[in-house]
Nanobody
Framework: QVQLVQSGGGLVQAGGSLRLSCAPTRIIFSINTMGWYRQAPGKQRELVAEITSGGRTNYADSVKGRFTISRDNAKNTVFLQMNSLKPEDTAVYYC??????????WGQGTQVTVSS
């Protein structure tokens, strides 16, 4: 069973930066989209950013200009560079990989806390 392993995250002051990484425990073939979602307490999980196999990106309006998603296709790894962090970015962040247009994998979640 393939698992997505996340790293990064933690506690940072407002205005600071963090970088999240997500890699599978073994190679996943035919990846379509890789992305990051987040869920704050009492809120629904929401899309933060996603990137297609062709490199096209999509961002939530709240993170545009501050966050950058990238991927290493050779290693099936996806990254999220988060700059100018705000307290409202505090949430558990999850990576997601869709393969063969039908199979979805989720990471275990990483806490990001931004203090004011």
């Amino acid at each position: 069973q393939v698992q997505l392993v996340q790293s990064g995250g933690g506690l940072v002051q407002a205005g600071g930066s963090l970088r999240l990484s997500c890699a599978p425990t073994r190679i996943i073939f035919s990846i379509n989209t890789m992305g990051w979602y987040r869920q704050a307490p009492g809120k629904q999980r929401e899309l933060v950013a996603e990137i297609t196999s062709g490199g096209r990106t999509n961002y939530a309006d709240s993170v545009k200009g501050r966050f950058t998603i990238s991927r290493d296709n050779a290693k099936n790894t996806v990254f999220l560079q988060m700059n100018s962090l705000k307290p409202e970015d505090t949430a558990v962040y999850y990576c997601k990989v869709v393969a063969n247009s039908i199979t979805t994998y989720w990471g275990q979640g990483t806490q990001v806390t931004v203090s004011s």
